[in-house]
């Protein structure tokens, strides 16, 4: 695996254990979440990231598999972009849903590189 590729790679996996870690020591209720403007913009920016690293990847390899890329990359358009348009909602269907099977998709990536 190309040296650059693999750098955003582990840049994206780091990018999904930091919002892991947002919730390590309090309990992961929607309704916390919803209340709480600090980790909601810390999640946003490590999906900004998540984002930027993956389309990278994409301008240098576009045959790159990674399931889900452009929606990745979409999304980290959507919340630079589209900011407005990002609800609390939305960011807790990636914090529940998205990012652990991206951080999976990576993972498995890497250990077979």
């Given at each position: 695996?190309d040296?650059?590729?693999e750098k955003?790679?582990?840049?994206?996996?780091?990018?999904?254990i930091?919002v892991?870690s947002y919730?390590?020591n309090v309990?992961?209720?929607f309704q916390?979440f919803?209340k709480?403007?600090?980790?909601?913009?810390?999640v946003?920016?490590?999906?900004?990231?998540?984002?930027?690293a993956?389309?990278?990847?994409?301008k240098v390899?576009?045959n790159?598999?990674?399931?889900n890329a452009?929606a990745?990359?979409?999304?980290?358009n959507?919340?630079?972009h589209g900011?407005d348009s990002?609800?609390?909602?939305?960011?807790?269907s990636?914090?529940i849903?998205?990012?652990?099977a991206l951080?999976?998709d990576v993972?498995?990536?890497?250990?077979?590189?």
């Open positions: 695996m040296e650059y590729i955003h790679l582990i840049d994206v996996l780091n990018a999904t930091e892991e919730f390590a309990s992961k209720l916390d919803q709480d403007m600090l980790r909601q913009r810390a946003e920016r490590n999906v900004e990231i998540m984002g930027e993956i389309n990278r990847i994409l390899d576009p790159f598999k990674l399931p452009k990745i990359i979409n999304t980290r959507r919340v630079i900011y990002v609800t609390t909602e939305f960011l807790w990636l914090i849903r998205h990012i652990p951080k999976k993972e498995n990536i890497l250990a077979n590189k």
